[in-house]
Every structure is written in C-alpha cells, then in structure tokens.
C-alpha cells in the first residue's frame, strides 16, 4: 500500500508547474546575466535555484495540513526573526533598511520574504474551519491583527514595499471567508479617506521622505519631474524599456545597454523587467507576462483540487501576493507607479526571494498531491 502511495505521489506530481517556475528563474538568470555580467549575481542565482528546487520538494512530499497545524509555531518563529533583524550587530544595514541577517552557510537572506509563508499559514490555520456564516466583525481584526504584527515589525526596518506585499495576503483569505459586505464598504470608505490623511500627516511630520514624495510626484506630474534628481529611476527605466522595441535592441554591442552602462540603478533586482524589455523588446516581455499567467493558472486550479478550506486559502493568498508583485513591479519599470523596491517574483536576483517564492509552490504541490486523500 506504501508503495502503492508513492508512485501516485511521484505520478500525481505538478511537473508542469514545476518546469514554469524553474523555466522563468532561469530566463531571469540570462536577464541577470545581460544587465550585470561583471559581477556574480547570475550564479549565486543558479545556486539559489537548485537551493530551492531541493527545499521545494522537501515541502511538496510533506503533508500539507502537519504544516498548517503547526501554524501557530512557524509564526512565532517568523515573527522572531523579524525582531531579531532589527537588532545592531545582528541585522545587516543596506540603504538605510535594517533588513537582513548574515549566516555562515547561505549568506545574508532577508526574514521578511520568508515570513510571508507563517503569515498564509497562520491566516488559514485560523480561518481555515468550514463555516456557514460570514465573517463577523471580531474574526476580522483577528484577522487584521495576524497581518499587523508582522508588517508593523516590517515597517521598523523601514521596508514600505515588501510591507505592502503583505497586504493581497489577507485581503484573499477575508474575501474568500465570506466577509460582510458591510465591513467591506466601511474599510474602503476609511481608506479613500485615510490614506490621504495619513500622506498629508506623514509629509508634515517627517515620516515621508522627501525623495519618496517626489517618485510619487513623478508618476503624477510625470512632465514637470526632475529626470536627473528623484524622478531619474523611473525616467531611465522608461528609457530602457523603450529602447527595446519590438524584439530588442542592444545597440552597437552588448556594451551599449541602458544597464551595462549603469543608467539604469538595480537592474538585476527591481527593473529587472526593463532590462527583459530591452534585451528582447516587446515580443519577450509579453512572453515573460504570458508565463506567469500559466504559473498563476495552475495555482488557482490547484486551489480548486484542495481537499479542505485550509488548503485553497493558502494557495489563494500565494496567488494574490504573487499577482500583486507582479503588477507593482512591471508598473514600477514601466513608469506608471512608484518605485518602491518590489522585487519580480523568481526573475530578480536574491536567494530569499526565489527561495520563498519556491516553498510556497511546494506548498500548492502538496495540497495537489492530497486532493484524494481525506
């Protein structure tokens, strides 16, 4: 019977969605290579691959539902981490955020990519029971409370984008829980007019910064902006992606690139997506969307095979962060939102972010692998 069990496991496996995942790391890892030749990026990228590939199964061929059981722990230890990072001499300081931890067999890694996956888990574990009623107004600051805690830690690095990447997480898991249509209004209508508040309040206090006013301003006033000063990221991110064309365009030689060059700031990270529309214009880029489409898609019909609630929110929720990247990140290089330092999910460079990105698909390949099992 053991046996039996296995070889449906190895049968029952999604190698489609597996193959689209390491098919997009490895077009990433050619992108990587075209924007920063010089420097190692490109193969600590390929490392952080087969990293991932191993952790993924590892968490594919485990039970899902031992996971989310043991919610509650992996969330203590996420939030943990996200304290200890804040810590002088523990965490690393790079650009001003307090963000990561070094250790002496993978490096440095980035806590807060990993605790995305405690926070899904932690969401399900609470909302996951089988219900008939909607939400009540108590399990949805439960629910707010989940998410606040890590992303106010978050927040104290300060890292307002991987911040708001928490945000899809538990916007999923309520609206799928049946929230009250009631409650829905109320926090729209509070939020059409707090954010506003809170931008006017967060100027005139000195919360936000002047240079993050003015990527705001760049995208609202995109002809008075300063291309040289605060508007410069976005300007040559526009440049870039221009300057592919339709099936791309590198110029005289490889040399004469908008990334290679160094107009371009960070382009193995977050505009990797402008180097991607250079190198291989318009035709590649819409490649690259049409691919994460097909990853979205099978995610969203492994949420449907999931035998328990449990199991499709947490798909779901990686489903929405994942969605939510995507479009602020591609927004982000193409001129038509702020730059807020959102990584491309398994495109830009960084073991944290492959690897998180790898473990939640091995989550989704568990909840396949048990969709017949009670």
């Known amino acids: 019977m053991v046996a039996v069990l296995e070889r449906r496991k190895y049968r029952d496996f999604d190698w489609l969605l597996t193959l689209l995942a390491v098919g997009i790391v490895s077009f990433g890892t050619w992108q990587i290579f075209n924007a920063q030749p010089t420097e190692s990026f490109w193969k600590k990228q390929l490392i952080g691959l087969f990293i991932s590939l191993g952790v993924m199964a590892a968490v594919s061929f485990t039970d899902y539902r031992r996971l989310v059981n043991f919610a509650p722990v992996f969330y203590a230890i996420g939030l943990a981490l996200l304290v200890i990072v804040l810590i002088p001499g523990i965490g690393l300081k790079?650009?001003?955020?307090?963000?990561?931890?070094?250790?002496?067999?993978?490096?440095?890694?980035?806590?807060?990519?990993?605790?995305?996956?405690?926070?899904?888990?932690?969401?399900?574990?609470?909302?996951?029971?089988?219900?008939?009623?909607?939400?009540?107004?108590?399990?949805?600051?439960?629910?707010?409370?989940?998410?606040?805690?890590?992303?106010?830690?978050?927040l104290l690095e300060p890292d307002a984008g991987q911040a708001i990447t928490y945000m899809p997480l538990l916007a999923v898991v309520l609206f799928l829980s049946s929230i009250r249509m009631s409650v829905v209004v109320i926090a729209l209508v509070l939020s059409t007019v707090l954010i506003p508040a809170a931008y006017v309040v967060g100027v005139k206090t000195g919360k936000i910064k002047h240079y993050q006013q003015e990527r705001i301003n760049v995208i609202l006033d995109p002809e008075n902006a300063d291309r040289k000063g605060f508007g410069y990221h976005t300007w040559q991110s526009i440049v870039t992606v221009g300057k592919g064309g339709l099936t791309g365009s590198r110029g005289e030689s490889d040399e004469y690139t908008q990334s290679r060059l160094k107009f371009l700031p960070e382009p193995h990270t977050d505009f990797i997506f402008a180097v991607t529309a250079e190198t291989t214009g318009f035709v590649g880029s819409l490649l690259l969307l049409v691919a994460y489409a097909v990853l979205l898609t099978k995610l969203v019909i492994g949420a449907r095979r999931a035998?328990?609630?449990?199991?499709?929110?947490?798909?779901?929720?990686?489903?929405?962060?994942?969605?939510?990247?995507?479009?602020?990140?591609?927004?982000?290089?193409?001129?038509?939102?702020?730059?807020?330092?959102?990584?491309?999910?398994?495109?830009?460079?960084?073991?944290?972010?492959?690897?998180?990105?790898?473990?939640?698909?091995?989550?989704?390949?568990?909840?396949q692998l048990r969709r017949f099992v009670n």
């Open 307 to 367: 035998p328990d609630r449990a199991g499709m929110l947490v798909i779901m929720a990686i489903v929405g962060g994942m969605a939510f990247q995507i479009f602020i990140n591609v927004g982000m290089a193409l001129g038509m939102l702020p730059v807020i330092g959102v990584p491309l999910p398994l495109m830009s460079a960084g073991l944290s972010s492959v690897l998180a990105t790898f473990i939640a698909i091995g989550f989704v390949v568990s909840v």
């Open 94 to 154: 790079i650009n001003g955020q307090r963000a990561w931890i070094k250790t002496p067999l993978i490096g440095q890694f980035q806590p807060s990519e990993f605790v995305k996956i405690p926070t899904v888990l932690m969401l399900a574990f609470y909302f996951g029971k089988v219900r008939q009623l909607a939400l009540s107004v108590r399990e949805t600051l439960v629910g707010v409370l989940i998410l606040a805690l890590p992303v106010g830690l978050i």
